[in-house]
T-cell receptor, first 113, second 114 residues
């Protein structure tokens, strides 16, 4: 089955700096890669996603890049703010008769003012 | 916020008991997936329901079972509760039976087994 590895497990940055979280996956048939943000005690919230026919996608301060050959994808947050502090999860998805998400273990991002 | 709701929000049970968790999917969505999120971990797939049928299962024992109703809401049942079942249980809805689709999560039910 699919295996998603996520690094780092914790990340501390100063407000205004950039943050990068990286994930690798094992199943070359995976074709959809969402990123979720989970604040303490709340539901995972989809913040950005990318499909396998695209190499990069941006939404304001957030961007995701995908390298299908190397089977890795990354989340980039620029101009970080204290409200970006949360746990971020990457996931992979193989569209087929069963569309399950495989999650990484999460990255605790802390943005210091 | 998504339109996915779950009940109850919190639950305390003892070992050996049974529990039923409920999920209402977002309007227009016909697929519900259930995930278990242990403390400090990413969500783990339990199973998925599409048009009232189980559409795949993760690595969970048979004492984890589910249902989906004609209105696409769903239940997760866990029998013979064990201490390790303590976790946040999340449901996610989407509008396909497995094609590429975004999954929207509910707020979860936090289960504590004593």
């Amino acid at each position: 089955g699919e295996n998603v590895e996520q690094h780092p497990s914790t990340l501390s940055v100063q407000e205004g700096d950039s943050a990068v979280i990286k994930c690798t996956y094992s199943d070359s048939a995976s074709n959809y890669f969402p990123w979720y943000k989970q604040e303490l005690g709340k539901r995972p919230q989809l913040i950005i996603d990318i499909r396998s026919n695209v190499g990069e996608k941006k939404d304001q301060r957030i961007a995701v890049t995908l390298n299908k050959t190397a089977k890795h994808f990354s989340l980039h947050i620029t101009e970080t703010q204290p409200e970006d502090s949360a746990v971020y999860f990457c996931a992979s998805y193989r569209g087929s008769t069963l569309g399950r998400l495989y999650f990484g273990r999460g990255t605790q991002l802390t943005v210091w003012p | 916020e998504t339109g996915v709701t779950q009940s109850p929000t919190h639950l305390i049970k003892t070992r050996g008991q049974q529990v039923t968790l409920r999920c209402s999917s977002q309007s227009g969505h016909n697929t519900v997936s259930w995930y278990q999120q242990a403390l400090g971990q990413g969500p783990q797939f339990i199973f998925q329901y599409y048009r009232e049928e189980e559409n795949g299962r993760g690595n969970f024992p048979p004492r984890f079972s589910g249902l989906q109703f004609p209105n696409y809401s769903s239940e997760l049942n866990v029998n013979a509760l064990e201490l390790d079942d303590s976790a946040l249980y999340l449901c996610a809805s989407s509008n396909s039976g497995g094609a590429l689709e975004t999954q929207y999560f509910g707020p979860g039910t936090r289960l504590l087994v004593l």
